[in-house]
């Protein structure tokens, strides 16, 4: 069989043999064999040692995305099927039932691939060619094992040009509603599956909403970029006096208001704003709040935003800082894994320091579990959502 063998150069398989299931075409010192895009190509070590297989693809920078290092394991439909069960079977031994990720890429085996469900329908997004030529079957897959009202595909991410495919969003099974009520924790939140955030919303924070329990009942509570409310919505579930909310998005502020009412939540206000601007205006005016709640979108979406993107979260931190009341709390998250731990911590010192505040950590979070990271593979964590007390 004269197959696709892609031999890396030295040490370039390391990254590979700790996780990372990615091949770029940099690293690869020559290949024997029949080339050709969205088909498995065999990865060996620059000593012939065999390391993974996957589909290839020559108009990526990534050439190989690893599926399996067994090389006697078939890769089918049976193969794939097994991956989704096992991956939601992870899922629901965790407690989730009615929306979370059920496939997240590259974490989960099936690089190139997102599965979301929210209640009975499936939101899909498909980020590679191998996937994509093989999307009806993963759509009988997927009806096999959830037999859904519908699924719709948000493939209209700028990504999968870099994969040389076209951007695509609509219904691909059954019929599929623009609003769609799921249960986020103990709440019913209205999401939009066809023109929502990511894949309809932001599941990848749902448990960092409910984990601000313990700060907010008889306080006030701003939470800013707020999307449809779920931190703000989830603090006065638990008791906050007062919550106001900030999006800069009409939408967002009146879907607030609509899930507000759609869980009797009086205690909730919302108001379309410019976060950066807003936030000083409250300090020149003196108001304060008890807790803060920043979770903005990523503003680092490749490396050389870094800069630019640290001023952009400390500007926003260090405004923040300067409203909290002596004993309250920021809680303050970025989604962008280009600002790792480490440099994110250091920016939350930097503000604190000038400020002029004295900030005590007190927990650390990254994104709910079903959206699990892949040590080896630093783009799988991405989300960090920092509690600070302060002082």
């Excluded at 595909?153 to 700028?158: A, F, G, K």
């Excluded at 607030?256 to 009412?261: F, M």
Aim: proline share 3%; hydrophobic share 40%; charged share 25%.
């Amino acid at each position: 069989m004269d197959f696709c063998k892609i031999f890396l150069q030295p040490k370039e398989d390391i990254r590979i043999r700790q996780g990372h299931p990615w091949v770029y075409g940099n690293e690869i010192d020559h290949i024997e064999g029949i080339i050709k895009s969205g088909e498995i190509a065999y990865v060996y070590a620059h000593n012939s040692e065999f390391i993974g297989k996957g589909y290839l693809n020559t108009s990526s920078k990534i050439f190989v995305r690893i599926l399996s290092r067994n090389i006697d394991e078939v890769i089918d439909e049976a193969f794939f099927k097994k991956v989704i069960e096992t991956s939601n079977q992870s899922r629901l031994n965790l407690g989730f039932n009615n929306s979370y990720r059920v496939l997240f890429g590259e974490s989960d085996g099936i690089p190139g691939f997102i599965v979301d469900k929210y209640d009975q329908y499936l939101s899909i997004q498909v980020l590679s060619l191998g996937i994509d030529l093989r999307k009806e079957m993963f759509i009988k897959i997927l009806v096999e094992i959830f037999n859904p009202k519908g699924i719709y595909e948000r493939s209209d991410v700028s990504v999968r040009k870099k994969e040389g495919l076209q951007l695509f969003k609509g219904v691909i099974y059954g019929d599929v509603p623009e609003k769609v009520v799921i249960k986020e924790n103990e709440l019913s939140m209205e999401i939009d599956i066809i023109n929502g955030q990511k894949t309809g919303s932001f599941l990848d924070q749902q448990e960092n909403h409910n984990a601000i329990k313990p700060y907010v009942a008889g306080k006030t509570v701003l939470d800013c970029f707020s999307h449809i409310g779920g931190f703000g919505l989830h603090a006065a579930y638990h008791n906050a006096l007062e919550v106001t909310c900030l999006d800069i998005s009409d939408i967002a502020v009146s879907q607030i208001l609509k899930n507000a009412k759609l869980n009797h939540l009086d205690q909730v206000k919302a108001y379309k704003a410019n976060v950066f601007d807003e936030l000083r205006v409250y300090h020149e005016q003196n108001k304060s709040f008890d807790v803060v709640i920043l979770d903005p979108p990523a503003f680092a979406k490749k490396r050389d935003d870094i800069k630019k993107a640290y001023k952009g979260y400390k500007d926003i931190n260090l405004q923040a800082l300067k409203i909290i009341k002596p004993e309250g709390y920021l809680v303050s998250c970025s989604c962008s894994h280009f600002m790792d731990q480490t440099l994110f911590l250091d920016m939350l010192a930097d503000a604190s320091h000038d400020a002029k505040r004295i900030t005590q950590m007190i927990d650390f979070r990254i994104q709910s579990k079903d959206h699990p990271a892949l040590l080896g593979s630093d783009e799988s964590l991405y989300l960090k959502c920092v509690t600070l007390k302060v002082k």
